[in-house]
């Protein structure tokens, strides 16, 4: 998981080629860190298919609002620099996120 902030997501995230994860967090969010091992897991699992990353939303709250981010967990899909899916809220499981991967690599 490579930890992006808003100095490097353009260059991370939006320059990037092919799909990207982002896993948009905060300290404060119990859900965010209970889903993080699993997260992490996917990340070696599925990581040599697409690029996996990390948005701390406490001290990037500008970008995240640019990104359109209003709830946390908030796991954002990316193709090309072009945001193209989005899993959001505390009904998320790490089901779901795989289950979108999947359907994002196929």
């Not at 490097?8 to 404060?28: C, H, I, R, T």
């Amino acid at each position: 998981m490579i930890e992006v902030t808003k100095d490097n997501f353009e260059q991370e995230v939006l320059q990037a080629s092919g799909v990207v994860l982002v896993d948009w967090w905060g300290p404060k969010c119990e859900h965010c860190m209970e889903l993080m091992p699993s997260v992490e897991k996917l990340a070696s699992q599925y990581g040599d298919k697409m690029k996996f990353c990390s948005v701390n939303t406490s001290g990037n709250r500008r970008l995240a609002i640019s990104q359109k981010v209003l709830g946390l967990p908030a796991f954002l899909f990316y193709r090309d620099g072009e945001k193209i899916d989005e899993l959001s809220g505390q009904d998320i499981e790490p089901e779901d996120i795989e289950a979108r991967i999947k359907q994002h690599i196929g």
